[in-house]
């Protein structure tokens, strides 16, 4: 069972003095806040994969978490206190009878380039890389990469990309008029800081040629990987060729790089941990190879 929900100031782009302790819906006594309806998900390839909940308390509590939640760090620990969770909110929803309010990271992009033959030469350039740098402070890249097939100059796709920062440069509330009921709540889902990743794009022109699994991991991770607190990464020396200026999300590529596995046939898994009771490393990222199934025993 789950003992308590922290939500605290994001570590890396908001260090600021925000805390909230939720409690859960049955604790005697006085609590700021309450959590309900707690659902994470855990998954081999991952491990924290994300967590859904709800907040409930005084209606100003609840406000100032939907204005400043997004991107706020979540703990969730067990009542022995063992880790249960650990990421950041990606999407609240605010049930104020009678209205509903949502906010959310999900179609954010705050960095986008565009692949296209802007110059009729039968061959796709990169235009330039446009960004909202106060999106970004706020809560980190958030990357897409447009397709503009043939156009007629530079400056078409530049205005292009230009008017989808414009649009989706940073989170917008909407609103659901009496879509609200019941009593005020907060519906929060976080997902891990790994994937945070599934926005980046990880694109390399500096070097050719084949690396290992274990130094493909590290740089994807040193280039791109801004929520990543550590690393302990297994040594696999499985070759994989380098991709040469291709823009591809970082997420898949560390993703089909650990389904390899290695040369003994051992299947590698890539998961994040959060920080322990003993251990004050959170956003920790550890490559290492699958426990062995056993298996099962047969009755006579």
């Given at each position: 069972m ?5 939500l ?11 805390l ?6 049955d604790?005697r ?9 707690y659902?994470p998900v855990d998954?081999?390839e ?6 859904g909940?709800?907040v ?15 991107g ?6 067990g ?6 969770f650990?990421?950041?909110?990606e ?13 959310s990271?999900r179609?954010?992009a705050n ?12 061959v796709?350039?990169r ?8 999106s970004?402070?706020?809560?980190g890249?958030?990357?897409v ?5 043939e ?5 078409v ?17 909407a ?16 997902v891990?800081y790994?994937?945070i990743?599934e926005?980046?794009i990880y ?6 040629g084949?690396?290992t699994?274990?130094n ?10 801004e929520?990543?607190g550590?690393v302990?990464?297994?040594?696999n ?7 040469f200026?291709?823009?591809?999300r970082?997420?898949?590529i560390l993703?089909?790089a650990?389904?390899l596995?290695d040369?003994?046939a051992?299947?590698?898994l890539l998961?994040?941990l ?5 251990n004050a490393?959170?956003r ?13 025993a047969v009755s006579?």
């Open positions: 789950i003992g308590s929900i922290v605290a100031a994001d570590p890396v782009k908001r260090p600021d003095a925000y909230l302790n939720l409690a859960p819906p604790a006594g006085h609590a700021e806040a309450r959590f309900d309806a659902a998954r081999a991952g491990g924290y994969w994300g967590a909940f709800q409930l308390g005084a209606e100003t509590i609840l406000k100032e978490l939907y204005e400043i939640g997004l706020t760090h979540v703990e969730a620990w009542f022995g206190i063992e880790p249960d650990e990421g950041r909110i999407e609240i929803t605010f049930n104020l009878p009678p209205d509903l309010f949502t906010i990271l179609t954010m960095k986008a380039h565009m692949r296209a033959d802007v110059d009729d030469d039968g796709v350039e235009s330039t890389a446009i960004e909202n740098t106060d970004q402070d706020l809560f890249t958030a990357e990469v447009m397709a503009g097939g156009l007629s100059s530079g400056n796709a530049d205005q292009t990309v230009q008017g989808h920062i414009n649009l989706r440069g940073l989170a917008k509330p609103a659901r008029f009496g879509g609200g009921y019941g009593e005020p709540r907060i519906e929060v889902f976080a891990s790994l994937r990743l926005r980046r694109n390399q022109t500096a070097v050719t084949n690396t699994m274990t493909l991991v590290d740089e994807v991770i040193d280039e791109v990987g929520f990543i550590s302990d990464l297994g040594a020396i499985t070759s994989l060729a380098r991709e200026d291709i823009d591809r970082a997420f898949d993703m089909d650990t389904r596995g040369a003994s051992r299947r590698w998961s994040i959060g920080r322990t009771c003993t490393i959170g920790r990222v550890r490559l290492s190879p699958a426990a062995p199934v056993q298996p099962a006579a």
